[in-house]
């Protein structure tokens, strides 16, 4: 297990990252730049003493080593044209499990007041997260100031609710808007933990709404939406206020949704 940790961006390294561009189209008027964190590439990065090395050459998934972060996952498109219908300016945003982030990126170009990003890996933020809000300023904004109001948590979901609160003093950390996801519901072993974080940070943010994208099931892994829904359901905020959760958007074949969960208060 690792350490819970913030990752502070490197600012003269952002903008000289080795991935080619590549831009992924989300309205006729949103597109959003994110790097191709090819495998081979990442691999002479990272180099052979990192653990991740001999994983992300071979497979996308190691259940605890590598959770996928430096594929960008098709969940997360959908999500961000959904975000496209909703005020996200002046909002607080919190992305779960963010890898390429395109969600919480989609909120920072839609005018997000402040924006933190989790992964599990502290390798796929330095090397896809990081660079990939640093592709997608704002006109006029300074990559410092797109910077100064994100904050990025390598963390696995069972460590963060007390990683959260023994933060909260830090600028940015409580009351989020939205709580995002995508493309996490994929194994059933990390239900627990990622609904245990999604409730903790809805029971802080009165407001808050979480908005998980996925497919309706995973077939081979064992998980999905339609699984995940039934399980944070049965849960109970801090407070003891029922779970709510419904699905707001279906893609046209109806194998991918998003899911909206929210405290009844
Ligand atoms: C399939 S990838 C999806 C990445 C991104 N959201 C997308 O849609 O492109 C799953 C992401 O969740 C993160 N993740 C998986 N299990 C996790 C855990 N137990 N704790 C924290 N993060 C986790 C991974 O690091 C990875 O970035």
Same mark, same amino acid.
Not at 80 to 92: H, S
Not at 143 to 162: E, R, V
């Given at each position: ?27 006729? =008027? ?11 590439q ?7 003493e ?12 190691e ?25 996200? =300016? ?14 919480g ?5 839609m ?70 996801? =995508? ?43 339609? =699984? ?38």
């Amino acid at each position: 297990m690792f350490t819970p940790q913030f990752v502070q961006p490197n600012l003269q390294s952002v903008g000289d990252s080795t991935f080619p561009v590549t831009s992924v189209s989300i309205s006729p =008027a949103i597109s959003i730049r994110r790097y191709r964190t090819q495998p081979q590439q990442v691999l002479s990065i990272l180099g052979d003493e990192s653990a991740l090395a001999p994983v992300v050459a071979s497979t996308e998934i190691e259940p605890g080593v590598y959770e996928g972060g430096f594929t960008c996952w098709q969940g997360s498109e959908a999500l961000c044209r959904y975000l496209t219908t909703l005020p996200i =300016a002046g909002k607080r945003v919190i992305e779960l499990g963010c890898g390429h982030a395109l969600p919480g990126i989609q909120c920072s170009l839609m005018g997000a007041s402040k924006l933190v990003f989790q992964d599990f890996n502290e390798e796929v933020l330095r090397l896809a997260t990081i660079p990939n809000l640093a592709l997608n300023a704002r006109p006029g904004q300074s990559t410092a100031s797109l910077f100064d109001d994100a904050l990025f948590i390598a963390s696995s979901w069972a460590d963060l609710p007390a990683f959260l609160q023994a933060n909260a003093d830090v600028p940015h950390l409580s009351q989020y808007d939205y709580i995002l996801a =995508a493309e996490v519901v994929y194994r059933e072993s990390n239900f627990e933990s990622l609904a245990q974080s999604i409730i903790s940070l809805l029971s802080v943010s009165p407001d808050g709404q979480a908005l998980v994208s996925g497919r309706v099931t995973y077939f081979g892994v064992g998980g999905g939406t339609d =699984a995940f829904s039934a399980f944070i359901s049965s849960k109970v905020g801090g407070n003891g206020e029922k779970v709510l959760c419904e699905e707001v958007s279906v893609s046209e074949n109806l194998d991918e949704n998003i899911l909206k969960i929210t405290l009844q208060r």
